[in-house]
């Protein structure tokens, strides 16, 4: 009995070895941080940016400077859809423009009364692309009102998009680090996302993995139509992913990458704000299934808290497989911290991070069961049917 109870535990300490092996050197060095170039020339290409706004007159300001002083040979056009803000997000907004002395390029629309079916974000989205139809762009640019874009950010995206015949060209862009909680948790969200959705996977027509970020996504107008617009996808909670995935299952090309000087103003003060904001959408990424919340979180025990666990086994074939396998998470990770100019130290806490996004993703599916889903601008999203499963 003690025999099969340590080889038991010695399978164990293996398996997360072997997975470890393979993320490392066959999951499409999802772990090296893929960097936007910069551009040598910005080609004349004409784009309308599309910035969906609820009660975000804290950063709408900086937000549309941002977009409005991109170095372009076609100057940029933004177009703001306030969707029922209570805050003043719509003046604010004009008032930036007016201050950078481009007033002209902005439109701000009056977000419709949501339609049902549709999400909120998704149905401003949607009101914003047919306002810019007016511009006949080449590119649109899907942006949030949080995200601060370097002067030459849209230049770099529709010069990478013309060289490489892209269709959605998207960027995850950097986010904020400022407080304990963020530097703990904000590059490992990065980290997780891209194992979900590895870049050079999404880029390569052999794979079916398709994936965007939706605080920055460059798109085609013709793509974007091809794939059925978005009321295609009307309903998604994670609709970056969802139109990724729509707009190459219509043969487009994609690309998604970091950028480090194009990047978030929003700032998680707490952990239990960035435990929301993973408990909002965790459940709906795993299709409400149980089974597969399961699968995750038995995945997640054994690929990240199994290692250090086992790591001080008194048997040293256990011990060596488990510290081996905590060696090889935290050279996965690292590239990542550094990427975000944290100490090295922080990549020794992935296995707690782990547990505590183990922990975001259970929140998310017990809010579900009990009809309450996530929350967001006041918002209740994912939420489930009466009577549903």
Not at 256 to 267: D, I, M, W
Not at 281 to 303: I, P
Not at 378 to 385: I, L, S, W
């Amino acid at each position: 009995m003690w025999a099969e109870t340590v080889m038991l535990i010695a399978v164990a300490a293996a398996v997360p070895l072997a997975i470890w092996l393979y993320l490392l050197l066959l999951r499409g060095r999802f772990w090296l941080p893929r960097e936007l170039p910069p551009p040598a020339h910005a080609p004349r290409a004409g784009v309308v940016a599309v910035v969906p706004a609820r009660n975000e007159a804290g950063t709408i300001g900086r937000a549309v400077v941002s977009l409005l002083a991109q170095e372009l040979p076609v100057p940029l056009r933004v177009i703001v859809v306030d969707d029922g803000s209570t805050d003043g997000t719509a003046a604010a907004a004009r008032a930036a423009a007016a201050a950078a002395g481009a007033a002209e390029r902005l439109t701000v629309l009056p977000g419709a009364p949501l339609e049902q079916g549709w999400t909120g974000k998704l149905w401003a989205m949607s009101q914003g692309v047919a306002a810019a139809g007016q511009f006949r762009p080449d590119y649109l640019l899907f942006t949030d009102a949080d995200i601060e874009h370097d002067r030459r950010n849209v230049a770099a995206l529709t010069a990478h998009a013309e060289a490489h015949r892209l269709d959605l060209t998207s960027l995850m862009v950097r986010l904020s680090t400022a407080t304990f909680a963020e530097r703990c948790l904000i590059p490992a969200f990065v980290f997780f996302f891209f194992k979900l959705y590895p870049p050079r996977r999404i880029a390569s027509t052999r794979s079916k993995v398709a994936g965007a970020a939706g605080g920055c996504m460059l798109i085609r107008p013709a793509a974007l139509a091809r794939a059925g617009g978005l009321a295609a996808i009307r309903g998604r909670i994670i609709d970056d992913c969802a139109l990724a995935a729509a707009v190459k299952g219509s043969g487009g090309s994609l690309w998604l990458g970091l950028t480090r000087t194009t990047r978030s103003l929003r700032v998680y003060g707490s952990f239990g704000e960035i435990g929301a904001m993973i408990s909002r959408t965790a459940f709906n990424q795993l299709r409400h299934s149980w089974w597969r919340l399961a699968a995750a979180l038995l995945g997640l025990l054994v690929t990240y808290l199994a290692p250090p666990a086992l790591a001080f086994s008194p048997a040293p074939a256990i011990a060596g497989c488990a510290a081996a396998a905590w060696v090889l998470m935290t050279l996965c990770y690292l590239p990542m911290v550094r990427f975000y100019r944290l100490t090295p130290l922080y990549a020794l806490l992935l296995p707690a991070v782990a547990l505590f996004y183990a922990g975001a993703t259970l929140h998310s599916a017990v809010r579900y069961a009990l009809g309450r889903g996530g929350q967001w601008k006041g918002r209740a999203q994912d939420v489930r049917a009466a009577g549903g499963a």
